[in-house]
């Protein structure tokens, strides 16, 4: 059981490259979730899912985009990478009902120059 | 989401018992408390959860006040492995992170 899968663990882009973020999650989890971490902080809330087909914008949604076509999947992709996106990017799924924990995957550290 | 208020840091002594206050004041009758430890280079790690009642897992205990406006996390005997960052986090659904409480663990 792989849990929430995140790839790929390291990225350095140059400035307005676009990039996407991959999350698998195995567990039939309904709700996903991307957050960043900038050095020192905690996590922000970028984008999140309750189901396929089916997003919306969290704490700091600017210059990110979402699909969800799938229960397994929830890409996050950067069109035009700035060095303020320059964080370590995590996803996290859990099951929809009210209350439930997330798990959470290993990160992704990118690097934009 | 309601917010919490947490100690920026904590310092405990190896083998002794933790506890890590958090305040939310304006906790909803619906809102669930969640307890996460992110370790250094590390995603965050599930806690600890509870709506009313107190709880107790493998890893911790929840203390809930009784008018739900602040709860306690207990570590009874804290390890070295147990230094960490620690989010106490109100939620329904989504999770919205403060800062949390940097946890250090002296031997």
């Known amino acids: 059981n792989a849990g929430v899968t995140q790839t790929p663990k390291f990225q350095v882009l140059k400035t307005g490259q676009s990039m996407t973020l991959q999350c698998a999650q195995d567990?039939?989890?309904?709700?996903m979730s991307w957050y960043r971490q900038d050095p020192g902080m905690g996590l922000r809330l970028i984008h999140y899912?309750?189901?396929?087909?089916?997003?919306d914008q969290g704490e700091v949604p600017n210059g990110y985009n979402v699909s969800r076509s799938t229960t397994e999947d929830f890409p996050l992709r950067l069109l035009s990478a700035a060095p303020s996106q320059t964080s370590v990017y995590f996803c996290?799924?859990?099951?929809?009902?009210?209350?439930?924990?997330?798990?959470f995957g290993d990160g992704t550290r990118l690097s934009i120059l | 989401d309601a917010k919490t208020t947490q100690p920026n840091s904590m310092e405990s002594n190896e083998e002794e018992p933790v506890h890590l206050p958090c305040n939310h004041s304006?906790?909803?009758?619906?809102?669930?408390i969640h307890w996460y430890r992110q370790l250094p280079s590390q995603g965050p790690e599930y806690v600890i959860h509870?709506?009313?009642s107190n709880v107790n897992n493998r890893m911790a205990s929840l203390a809930i006040a009784e008018d739900r406006k602040s709860s306690t996390l207990i570590l009874h005997r804290a390890t070295l492995r147990d230094a960490a960052v620690y989010y106490c986090?109100?939620?329904?659904?989504?999770?919205?992170f403060g800062q949390g409480t940097e946890l250090s663990v002296k031997p």
């Open positions: 996290a799924s859990s099951y929809a009902q009210q209350g439930r924990p997330q798990h």
């Open positions: 567990m039939n989890h309904e709700y």
């Open positions: 899912s309750v189901g396929a087909g089916i997003t």
């Open positions: 304006t906790i909803s009758g619906t809102d669930y």
């Open positions: 509870g709506l009313t």
């Open positions: 986090i109100l939620t329904q659904r989504v999770h919205i």
